[in-house]
């Protein structure tokens, strides 16, 4: 199993790449498929700033949908 499916990955969701502060937070992980590619999986509202229930942005500055995301990676020798 890759080691980075084994915890949680942080993520900050941006307006721009240049944005001084993120619209919001949030979490997931990566999964590895047998051809070597790597993804990110995380929840829709994450990538969209829109909530499912009410279909109304997330921020208070209803700009729905973020357009870069930061994520933070453990290292390997960190799970040692």
């Known amino acids: 199993m890759n080691h980075l499916t084994k915890c949680s990955i942080y993520i900050e969701m941006y307006l721009t790449d240049t944005a001084d502060q993120p619209l919001g937070v949030g979490t997931g992980f990566t999964v590895k498929t047998d051809q070597g590619h790597s993804f990110l999986v995380t929840n ?29 990676f453990f290292k390997k020798e960190q799970f040692k």
Do not use: Y
């Not at 990538?47 to 921020?59: D, M």
């Open 44 to 72: 829709w509202h994450c990538v969209t700033g829109i909530n499912p229930e009410t279909n109304q942005a997330l921020s208070t500055n209803e700009h729905k949908d973020p357009e870069f995301l930061d994520a933070h």
